[in-house]
């Protein structure tokens, strides 16, 4: 099991930056990957960014330059830096842990409100 409890959401004005945590229960070295996955309104939930529990980073093209994944293992905990922020990034951000044994298993934080004004 895994739980995560996410922060860092918020209003900003366009070209604004935020900062989301995701701090993990358990050791981040021993969860495979972690990410965040955004879901606007009348949009399906989409991938934003994700590392492996080796360092390995994965961007979303429409975030590409823009968003910063980063892990601080000592506190169990994946930053998301998000600068240069547009309207279109508005959305539920929502954190992900998989962890595979037999089978994958995801867990997902409560979601954190980013709205981004133009």
């Known amino acids: 099991q895994v739980h995560l409890e996410e922060s860092g959401g918020g209003l900003v004005q366009a070209g604004g930056s935020l900062r989301l945590s995701c701090a993990a229960s358990?050791?981040?070295?021993?969860?495979?990957?972690m990410g965040w996955y955004r879901q606007a309104p009348g949009k399906q939930r989409e991938l934003v960014a994700s590392t492996t529990s080796v360092g390995a980073m994965n961007y979303a093209d429409a975030v590409k330059g823009r968003f910063t994944l980063s892990r601080d293992k000592a506190k169990n905990t994946v930053y998301l830096q998000m600068n240069s922020l547009r309207p279109e990034d508005t959305a539920v951000y929502y954190c992900?842990?998989?962890?595979?044994?037999?089978?994958?298993?995801?867990?997902w934080g409560q979601g954190t409100q980013v709205t981004v004004a133009s």
């Open positions: 992900n842990a998989i962890v595979v044994l037999t089978s994958r298993n995801d867990y």
């Open positions: 358990r050791s981040i070295t021993s969860i495979d990957v």
